[in-house]
């Protein structure tokens, strides 16, 4: 068969339709396909990573990555949405040509729609970024991005687990994570590490490190701080700062952030006490009242029945001791109003316990609920409207009596607030507001509403009831609808100069109890 049909001597160059189908497998891609890169930044990896579960205490849920090609050097940003991709890139791509006075020239990611958005793509023509992107579902191909997520993730963890860090603070230990990996050595780079190759004249660390989430003291430099009070704050270890020569802490009591070299250090000490949450000194055991009705026909004490006809009994718990985080739980107490505090073994509240606690080692008890308060001096026996002079009760009269209409519908339902919307149609008709113009096609009209006031008299009494009708400002647009940018108001420079002016004239100005003037409209010109 060999001899017959030499065109067929592997099976490999039968071309069948059918074992296509059946058979089909990916390519396996060749390592030496991926040459390193020849200099700084030519080629940089990119790969957004998220959203993650837990939202990290300043509200992140990714982060994009950065990796130089030739020095596996790794920029992390972290982003509250993948929108904010383009933003970090072009900070990123502006820190390159500033720092290290070379752009950067391919750009190799996967096809996520934050690296195909049309400002994304614009900036890259601009600058001329050549932009690779992966085949559809082949990872493979941005693989140096997507194993150094890995890689990343993997230590997060380890830092996270090690001393028992709570996971909102993942963003801070994939930030210390990303600080400790480009000062490791790499088989990569021969045994250098990837800052070494960028900076080789510089120092690994600018300051010694420390173990990740380790309780740390951080001086208060508090202002009002007096001299009794401490001299540091119990914080947190959660990295570095990139832009200060000192450790990032973080100080649940005050719930910030806080950066400083004044610090010292207890790594073996872990800051949380458990998996979940961070641990403080005064925490407290949950607080639960239980009550026993009084139809409980007995209480069992060293197995004797004795009748009850107390009142109900009330289970308080107290205070824990910080010594006693790890002792057997606390019998609770259980008092009667009438009589001192009795131990009692309650079966049906709390396991037995064998070892007894005295009441020397408890705290004060907690308050469970504050009962039903009255007032023994109310206000209202000596404040009410028989205790109001005359023309109190008259100025509180009339506000009561007229309320500003809600609706045009309930304003037209008043005599009095129609009038005074007469009164500002006639003047707004008298002084040429408007003119009446066809609506162009395609354009709506800016709408407006009424706007209603009370105006009183300096005694309180109503002086008249205001009505305006306003165009809705919100809704116009700069250079259609309107050109100005700002409103003319009356001066009191002009307000005297009109005095003076009424003055040289011997013309008279009537005011309201001669006291102030009022205008009933005013139009500017």
């Known amino acids: ?103 950067v020239r391919v750009l190799r990611g996967d096809n996520a729609q934050e690296y195909l958005s049309a400002p994304f793509k614009s900036f890259m023509l601009q600058h001329g970024i050549i932009h690779q992107t992966s085949c559809v579902d082949t990872p493979p191909q941005n693989g140096v991005a997507k194993r150094k997520n890995r890689h990343l993730l993997e ?35 021969d045994g250098k590490t990837p800052y070494q190759c960028l900076f080789p004249n510089k120092e690994l660390f600018p300051i010694p490190p420390k173990i990740f989430g380790c309780t740390c003291f951080v001086r208060d430099v508090n202002p009002h701080r007096t001299k009794l009070d401490p001299k540091s704050l119990k914080c947190i270890f959660l990295g570095y700062s990139r832009v200060q020569k000192g450790y990032r802490c973080f100080c649940p009591s005050t719930g910030r952030y806080l950066i400083s070299i004044d610090v010292s250090f207890h790594e073996n000490t872990p800051f949380s006490s458990s998996k979940t949450d961070i641990h403080e000194d005064n925490d407290e055991i949950l607080i639960y009242t239980v009550t026993i009705p009084e139809t409980t026909p007995s209480v069992t004490m060293s197995n004797v029945t004795v009748p009850d006809p107390r009142p109900p009994v009330h289970l308080v718990y107290t205070r824990r001791h910080k010594a006693q985080d790890h002792s057997p739980p606390v019998t609770p107490v259980i008092t009667y109003p009438d009589t001192g505090p009795t131990s009692i073994s309650c079966p049906e509240l709390v396991p037995a316990s064998s070892d007894l606690v005295s009441t020397s080692d408890l705290d004060l008890l907690i308050a469970l609920r504050k009962g039903t308060r009255s007032c023994t001096h109310p206000i209202s026996s000596f404040v009410s409207y028989s205790q109001l002079s005359p023309a109190s009760c008259s100025f509180v009269a009339s506000i009561d009596s007229i309320s500003v209409p809600k609706s045009v519908k309930e304003a037209l339902s008043h005599p009095e607030w129609r009038h005074a919307m007469v009164e500002e149609m006639n003047a707004l008709d008298l002084n040429g507001t408007w003119d009446l113009v066809y609506l162009p096609s395609g354009k709506k009209s800016i709408g407006c509403k009424w706007v209603f006031a009370v105006k009183v008299n300096p005694d309180g009494s109503v002086a008249r ?50 006291k102030f003037v009022d205008f009933a409209n005013l139009f500017m010109v």
């Open 1 to 103: 068969m060999k001899q017959l049909y030499p065109q067929f001597n592997k099976v490999s160059s039968i071309q069948c339709e059918s074992c296509e189908f059946a058979k089909h497998h990916r390519t396996s891609l060749s390592p030496r396909l991926n040459k390193r890169a020849n200099a700084p930044f030519d080629l940089v990896h990119t790969d957004v990573w998220g959203a993650c579960p837990v939202v990290s205490k300043p509200g992140f849920k990714y982060f994009v990555t950065f990796v130089d090609d030739y020095s596996r050097m790794t920029w992390v940003y972290f982003m509250k949405r993948r929108s904010e991709l383009f933003t970090h890139f072009s900070a990123f791509c502006a820190e390159i040509k500033t720092q290290f006075n070379v752009p």
């Open 155 to 189: 230590t997060t963890r380890a830092l996270l687990f090690q001393m028992n860090v709570p996971k909102q603070f993942w963003a801070d230990a994939v930030s210390t994570s990303c600080f400790l990996i480009n000062r490791m050595s790499s088989s990569v780079l």
């Open 465 to 514: 009831l205001k009505a305006r009708l306003v165009a809705k400002g919100y809704a116009q647009t700069y250079g259609v609808d309107y050109s100005d940018t700002f409103s003319p108001v009356a001066k009191l420079t002009s307000v005297r100069r009109k005095f003076i002016w009424s003055n040289l004239r011997d013309l008279l100005i009537r005011g309201s109890m001669g």
